[in-house]
């Protein structure tokens, strides 16, 4: 059940995925499938015994935590539900930011000093918060050229779309999760000889259409915004 007393705020906490994920792939994911709501300053995922099937995205604003908080709930992520509340605790980097931040050791001792405390005035047990890490997924932004596409040279427009300037570690479920979300779509297509370039394809062009304006110049990772056309057939 997801926890109703929590307050609305920048870091939102998921469970219920899937373990069989490599680390590394499932934070690209999450960045791929949430940055649509917003800047994303920093997403944790663990694999220790007790944190597998969980992460932290943590959003640059509470707007934002709180659409994907809304529109994701129970999205099938890798063929399991997204089970997501708001995170129990403020994010390092969000602490650093409003100049709440309070180092490791130092939060460590304040709160044993506060259980003491409580334990003394037999207080309720508290809950253990959920702990996020920072090490921040963002870069400096590089400009990007299209290279060789230029409006002489761009096709018709039809039914597949052509995907230039991706990471080489993109995968065909990244891009999955991101054009699906659109009506119409079919498949995506990678190459294994040209990383960095994909086909997906759609029922109409009208929907292929749809699907280019809402995603171009997309960051599947901070320096790389997506180029989006129509393939040449």
Same mark, same amino acid.
Request: charged letters at 25%.
């Given at each position: 059940?997801?926890?109703?007393? &929590?307050?609305?705020?920048?870091?939102?906490? &998921?469970?219920?995925?899937?373990?069989?994920?490599?680390?590394?792939?499932?934070?690209?994911?999450?960045?791929?499938?949430?940055?649509?709501?917003?800047?994303?300053?920093?997403?944790? %995922?663990?694999?220790?015994?007790?944190?597998?099937?969980?992460?932290?995205?943590?959003? !640059?604003?509470?707007? =934002?935590?709180?659409?994907?908080?809304?529109?994701?709930?129970?999205?099938?992520?890798? !063929?399991?539900?997204?089970?997501?509340? *708001?995170?129990?605790?403020?994010?390092?980097?969000?602490?650093?930011?409003?100049?709440?931040?309070?180092?490791?050791?130092?939060?460590?001792?304040?709160?044993?000093?506060?259980?003491?405390?409580?334990?003394?005035?037999? %207080?309720?047990?508290?809950?253990?918060?959920?702990?996020?890490?920072?090490?921040?997924?963002?870069?400096?932004? =590089?400009?990007?050229?299209?290279?060789?596409?230029?409006?002489?040279?761009?096709?018709?427009?039809?039914?597949?779309?052509?995907?230039?300037?991706?990471?080489?570690?993109?995968?065909?479920?990244?891009?999955?999760?991101?054009?699906?979300?659109?009506?119409?779509?079919?498949?995506?297509?990678?190459?294994?000889?040209? /990383?960095?370039?994909?086909?997906?394809? *759609?029922?109409?062009?009208?929907?292929?259409?749809? %699907?280019?304006?809402?995603?171009?110049?997309?960051?599947?990772? /901070?320096?790389?915004?997506? %180029? &989006?056309?129509?393939?040449?057939?």
């Amino acid at each position: 059940m997801l926890t109703a007393d &929590i307050p609305p705020n920048q870091s939102i906490y &998921i469970k219920n995925l899937n373990e069989k994920i490599k680390k590394e792939e499932l934070k690209r994911s999450l960045y791929c499938l949430f940055s649509q709501y917003g800047r994303i300053l920093d997403v944790v %995922a663990l694999k220790t015994p007790k944190l597998r099937g969980q992460a932290w995205v943590v959003f !640059d604003e509470l707007t =934002a935590a709180s659409n994907a908080f809304r529109q994701m709930q129970n999205f099938p992520f890798y !063929d399991k539900p997204m089970r997501i509340q *708001y995170a129990k605790t403020k994010s390092d980097c969000i602490a650093k930011n409003d100049g709440s931040f309070v180092p490791r050791e130092k939060k460590k001792k304040q709160e044993e000093k506060a259980e003491r405390k409580r334990r003394a005035e037999e %207080a309720q047990p508290s809950a253990m918060p959920n702990g996020t890490g920072s090490q921040s997924n963002g870069g400096p932004k =590089a400009p990007f050229h299209h290279g060789n596409v230029n409006a002489q040279e761009q096709a018709a427009p039809n039914n597949i779309l052509f995907i230039q300037n991706l990471p080489h570690e993109t995968t065909s479920m990244m891009l999955q999760l991101l054009f699906e979300q659109y009506p119409g779509f079919r498949e995506v297509r990678m190459i294994e000889a040209k /990383p960095g370039i994909a086909f997906v394809e *759609y029922e109409d062009e009208e929907q292929s259409s749809t %699907a280019m304006q809402n995603l171009q110049g997309f960051k599947i990772a /901070p320096q790389y915004p997506m %180029a &989006i056309t129509f393939a040449k057939k």
